[in-house]
């Protein structure tokens, strides 16, 4: 039996379409009572010939340009916020006061006073929420979280992320805007912080158990940018570049670095992890591929290293491969689009008795301490402990 589950998107930019072709797709791919219906999507008037043909090219039934609309519509269950970090927090709220189920983009808000109000709405209006940290979708890195939990890995000794990207390099970048609200610090929050750094913390903390303290440098490499809303040339107060050093709760050491400034990487986010049994390495621009050391037997911790020791390309599609049984054959590779897909997939299953969607807003809350506990550090210029 089919339960139809309308959906108020609210965001139609980037995001919005990654989130709408989820909805689309995710029916056909899964068996799930569920069936999103896209009812409604939401952007600011200034937006909206882009919200109008983005409306109609994912067949919307009707476009708002005031969000609380969305929220307060009777025939709307789940409240889908794809709209820049500060209006996380507004929307967020008055969807759990509105009983609706909530899916949140990253990070969960602007800072961790913001994010504990979000928690303490949802969780007393006890609706379904999921923070889209969909790396943890990426069958690779699914994987590695299975591989680790068999032991293959052992003792974990280090751990190495890195986030970067290239397209802030230019002074005359504005800032404001589509997609640019992001070195706005009054729309973003923070810079790579909460962007990029946010998602590799979820990552690192998932696979690797919680970051107890870290040890941070931020910089700005561009002081002054002209505002896209404005006009004027105004302050920037976003981290262009973050890097930190961590020290796990499980004794293991790591290094994270983000920036938006490294000419030639466009999404290069990868994360490594060294282990007393074997290593891993993933690269989100090559997503289809796991690298694996395999070097003890969990079960014994006797050495396996023979000839054919050496690391190993793991090309991640096969059925018994996390995710991909629902898609095509082995050898055929998903994509960055599929993520947002395995998410949706997993929230329906937790409304359906399945396993209870995870991030979930208190989870992320997690690790939006450990993204101020970065700042914090870093402008202080000394190590920082995040409470377990
Ligand atoms: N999970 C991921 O990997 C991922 C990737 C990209 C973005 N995000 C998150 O998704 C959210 C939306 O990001 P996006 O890239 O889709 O944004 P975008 O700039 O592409 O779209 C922004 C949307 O918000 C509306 N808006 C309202 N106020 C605005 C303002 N002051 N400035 C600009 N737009 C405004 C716009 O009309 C538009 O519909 C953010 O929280 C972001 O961090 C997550």
Known sequence: MSKPLNVGVLGCGFMGRAHSNAYLQVNHFFDREHQPVLKTCYGRQ?????????????????????????????????????????????????????????ICEKPLAMNVAEAEEMVAAVEK??????????????PAIALMKQIIDEGRVGRPFHYRATYNQDYTIGADV???????????????????????LAHSIDSAEWLNGPIAKVCAYAETFIKQRKHADTGKVEKVDIDDACMFL??????????????????????????????????????????????????????????????LTGWQDILVTNFEHPYMKNWWVPGCVIGYEHTFTNSFADFLAGLEGGESFQPDMKCALRTQRVCEAVLASAKAGQWVEIPA
């Open 46 to 102: 200034e937006d909206r010939e882009k919200l109008e043909a983005f409306a109609k090219r994912w067949s919307y039934e009707s476009i708002e340009t005031d969000w609380r609309k969305v929220v307060e519509r009777d025939d709307i269950d789940l409240i889908d916020v794809c709209v820049p970090n500060f209006m996380h927090h507004d929307c967020v709220i008055a969807a759990a006061e509105a009983g609706k189920m909530i």
């Open 125 to 138: 209006a006890g609706v379904a929420n999921m923070v889209s940290f969909n790396y943890r979708r990426v």
């Open 174 to 196: 504005p800032q404001g805007g589509m997609a640019l609200w992001r070195l706005d610090s009054r729309v973003a929050g923070s810079g790579v912080t909460g962007d990029l």
């Open 246 to 307: 961590a020290v796990f709760a499980n004794g293991s050491i790591g290094t994270f670095e983000s920036t938006r400034y490294a000419r030639g990487r466009k999404n290069y986010s990868t994360m490594e992890i060294n282990g007393e049994n074997g290593a891993m390495f993933f690269d989100l621009e090559n997503a289809h591929m796991l690298r694996y050391f395999r070097y003890a037997d969990p079960d014994t911790g006797k050495k396996i290293e023979d000839h």
